[in-house]
């Protein structure tokens, strides 16, 4: 796993670009942890992510998982740096705009919820009462 790991951080383009292989394995990889046969699904959740942090149930798994603030923030940044597009993108977006609320980065909120504000409406919301 730790191999594949560091194999993985080589793999990243630039500006967040990953490669269609990349994205083929952390979805084989996230696969194989949602089958939890193994006993080991949140590493091989981790492990897609290291190759592509864009991969939804992967994403979804690992921040069910035990995390602290921080660790949860940066998986959601890096989740919406490479798949912005997401059908839980907007979701995500509200809960990193949450995150910076509680610790007192209101404008990184705000940003955050300018980025979608004008394709979704619960964004637009919640900068609203902001």
Known sequence: ?????????????????????????ARTLAAIARE??????????QAALALWPGE?????????????HAESVTLRIRFLAANPESAIAAKVRGELADAYVATGRVDDAVAVLAASATEDPECARQLIRL
């Open 1 to 25: 796993m730790q191999r594949s790991r560091a194999r993985a951080k080589g793999r990243e383009e630039q500006d967040g670009v990953y490669d269609d292989d990349a994205r083929e394995a």
């Open 56 to 68: 939804e149930r992967a994403f979804q798994m690992v921040l069910a998982g035990t995390l602290k």
């Open 36 to 45: 939890g046969a193994t006993g080991r699904s949140l590493d091989f959740a």
